[in-house]
């Protein structure tokens, strides 16, 4: 299993562009999620989803969209980025037969000039 | 959802038990405490997690309090690369996970 991927690793957008960042597990997990954290603080709750088809907000979801039209895959979309976003994206995943870990990728860093 | 405070930062000698505390005074009966660690600008790593015991494994030990308002995690010999920044969490029904800020660690020679 490759785990939890996210793809770039690395972006630089202009104030305005959109665009999506990449999540993908092979583990067959329900519930999936994204994170920012910025630096020298902790992880901060984007959106999550609990399963294909459903989709929440969690602490700071404003300025970004998500869907899970699949199980492996919770795509982030920065609708309009702002030099605000400016941070390290991290997605993870939990499965039911494994409700003691979650699994991270390992994240993207993301600047907003 | 219950919240989590720990402290700033902390020292440890290497090869001593480094011990960090949480407090979760508002912790629901039914709410996990895990604990995750992260080194540098990785993703946070899986250490632990509890409900009323005390567990173990091959990496740590987690105390829980009778009350279960406080936890402390255990790293029976630390060394220097269990530096990292130390997450204590409340996990609430629909596994939604609040990180706060942290305890930063420093494992020293």
């Known amino acids: 299993n490759a785990g939890v991927t996210q793809t770039p690793k690395f972006q630089v957008l202009k104030t305005g562009q959109s665009m999506t960042l990449q999540c993908a597990q092979d583990?067959?997990?329900?519930?999936m999620s994204w994170y920012r954290q910025d630096p020298g603080m902790g992880l901060r709750l984007i959106h999550y989803?609990?399963?294909?088809?459903?989709?929440d907000q969690g602490e700071v979801p404003n300025g970004y969209n998500v869907s899970r039209s699949t199980t492996e895959d919770f795509p982030l979309r920065l609708l309009s980025a702002a030099p605000s976003q400016t941070s390290v994206y991290f997605c993870?995943?939990?499965?039911?037969?494994?409700?003691?870990?979650?699994?991270f990728g390992p994240g993207t860093r993301l600047t907003v000039l | 959802d219950a919240k989590t405070t720990q402290p700033t930062s902390m020292d440890c000698a290497e090869g001593r038990a480094a011990n960090l505390p949480c407090n979760h005074s508002t912790i629901s009966g039914n709410e996990y405490v895990y604990w995750y660690r992260q080194i540098h600008s990785q993703g946070p790593q899986y250490i632990i997690h509890g409900l009323k015991n005390n567990e173990t494994n091959e990496m740590a030990s987690l105390i829980i309090t009778e009350d279960r308002k406080s936890s402390t995690l255990i790293l029976p010999h630390a060394t220097l690369r269990d530096t990292a920044v130390y997450y204590c969490?409340?996990?609430?029904?629909?596994?939604?996970?609040?990180f706060g800020a942290g305890t930063r660690l420093t494992v020293k020679p």
């Open positions: 969490i409340v996990r609430s029904n629909n596994n939604d996970m609040r």
């Open positions: 989803s609990v399963g294909a088809g459903i989709t």
């Open positions: 993870a995943s939990i499965g039911a037969s494994s409700y003691n870990e979650q699994f």
């Open positions: 583990m067959n997990h329900e519930y």
